[in-house]
């Protein structure tokens, strides 16, 4: 990667400022990264290890002689920018929804399907909550296929951006001091409450964060017919996001043969200490590369043993997000 | 209720304060009130009303001409002092878990099994997650029996007491603040965090809230074959219980007839508005009598109309422990 020519669009932003910290912790010079915003944001310099970049101006000039370019901007930016940076040369990694499931643009977690990118100039990188499940689903997949998945999320405000994750420390402070909270960001108080993901409904009922998570997941398993339901829900933490993931396998696996997968399983790490009682948690997963697994044992439901429970735990700016498009970055500089 | 002679056990914690309110609201004189502590709260005063009522020491001889005795003072307590009520002429109502698995000691919610009363001299209050998911599941299951239930918790600090809740409020505070979490009541940062449920673990890998959701509604509906897995979460929020909630029905059951079905249950209001993305919240439940419930759609996962995915809010002090002990009260006075 330190070669390689770096365009970030969107680089203001909690992922952004995520891609910055994990290219410095990969030494990549920064003579290599240009940054990229609309015209409102050009000129904004940002901290990167002892060097200050300049944020410049989006435009079809801006990408030439990038090898990559990591958009974090939104889908109307990525839509309108990608096939942009493509044609100046660029191969774009885009952490938006707007490519995810389109025909011939590889949806990707490097330690599921890595082999999806080929020489696709768009590659898209999955939904947060997405990512983190299958951190933890696909390596038991693998061993016994799983038919079916009941999960339940404990969403950070961090999904939102930097400005939710700002709306839930200062709406908490407020709260504290006796003030009514204001909601702005998201759409009802966030500070000591929990709310229903705040994405539009579809004729079935399902919140678009719910679809993606189904979706996604079956394109980047390459298991159409694998059955999915999904509830969202958004809890007051910053920045990790938790799941209550419920699998029913095609053939038996024990809790033990669960544990001693994912114990191997890159990216993960089992935390599952039943005698201090000791399992995943937001405040370890923060900040951190790995997604914490535990809470792993056998679905008590079920007569037979194809029934798994398991608690996960990942960042959601670094693996869901920034970490994961970085990943992808590395694959495709080789 | 009004001329029932009534004892409470308890009567400082979290609980024991709600009860007063109740109480209260529903006229009952403060003559017809007597609080028991243990001699290290005797002799402290409470507000009810306008009066001042003042805990006496629990003796064999502080039950006499009380009707009904509420506990809750925890399972050490009201095994120490349930037959000595009984002996002294009065019914128990436990909130404890001491007595809610004893054989012929009745495990009662109002809204579900009122009949179970019958002339017991203990009564046992469930669980708090499990009364109020049953709240919701119950009027189902009286159409379309439920076969299983998957369920994830996001249980409020007030479960663990009043101390907890203080902590939640303080710890919050000081981490706003930049100090650090110093958790006492929980054994872990409770603010701005979430945890698996800090009770023991047992050999299947179940915590006891689980075991006792699970044991517990078995035992209610009269259920013993009803299967049922569990994921019992502490999230950072005061004071009511939320729960994402995935049933297996034996029979077809449509959102739309689910709806109906729980739009007429005693106890539970529907706040489902998929337009305005309306669903219920923490916020909204605390302090209130009723369950809200929404979110209830079809289980996309199934190919069938058998199963149901569903998202409950209960106030955990009030509907969990304190008006649930009360409405069996007012049945026993009757």
Redesign the interface.
């Known amino acids: 990667m330190q070669s390689t020519k770096i365009a970030i669009l969107g680089a203001t932003g909690a992922v952004g400022q995520e891609f910055l910290r994990l290219l410095a912790e990969r030494d990549v010079p920064a003579a290599n990264i240009r940054l990229l915003a609309s015209a409102r944001s050009a000129g904004k310099t940002m901290a990167y290890g002892d060097d200050a970049l300049t944020v410049q101006e989006v435009s079809a000039d801006a990408f030439s002689g990038i090898d990559i370019a990591l958009f974090s901007a939104g889908g109307s930016t990525s839509k309108q920018w990608a096939q942009v940076a493509v044609d100046a040369g660029a191969r774009v990694v885009d952490n938006s929804s707007a490519f995810r499931m389109t025909d011939g643009v590889p949806l990707v977690i490097p330690e599921v399907n890595p082999q999806a990118i080929g020489d696709a100039p768009i590659i898209a990188n999955p939904n947060c909550s997405t990512i983190i499940m299958n951190m933890v689903v696909w390596p038991l997949h693998q061993v016994v296929p799983v038919e079916?998945?009941?999960v339940?999320t404990?969403q950070a405000a961090s999904g939102a951006g930097q400005q939710a994750m700002i709306e839930l420390?200062t709406q908490?402070?407020d709260i504290?001091a006796g003030k009514a909270a204001m909601p702005t960001v998201f759409?009802?108080?966030s500070a000591?409450?929990?709310?229903?993901h705040?994405?539009?409904?579809d004729a079935?009922?399902?919140?678009i964060e719910e679809v993606k998570m189904?979706k996604e997941t079956r394109k980047i398993f390459g298991a159409p017919n694998i059955?999915?339901?999904a509830?969202c829900?958004r809890?007051?933490?910053?920045r990790a996001h938790?799941e209550?993931i419920?699998l029913e396998l095609s053939a038996p696996m024990s809790?033990d043969r669960a544990r001693e997968i994912l114990s191997t399983a890159p990216g993960v790490k089992v935390v599952d200490d039943?005698?201090k009682?000791y399992?995943?948690?937001?405040?370890d997963a923060s900040g951190k590369d790995d997604c914490l697994v535990?809470?792993?044992?056998?679905?008590?439901?079920?007569d037979d043993e194809r029934?798994l429970?398991l608690?996960v735990c990942g960042d959601q700016i670094r693996k869901g997000a920034a970490l994961n498009a970085i990943q992808i970055a590395e694959l495709i500089a080789g």
């Open positions: 079916r998945i009941v339940s404990y420390e908490t402070a504290l759409p009802v108080q000591f409450n929990l709310f229903s705040n994405s539009e409904i079935d009922g399902y919140n189904i059955k999915i339901t509830t829900v809890v007051p933490v910053p938790s209550s419920n809790a039943r005698v009682n399992f995943p948690m937001p405040i535990g809470r792993i044992r056998r679905d008590i439901s079920r029934g429970d608690f």
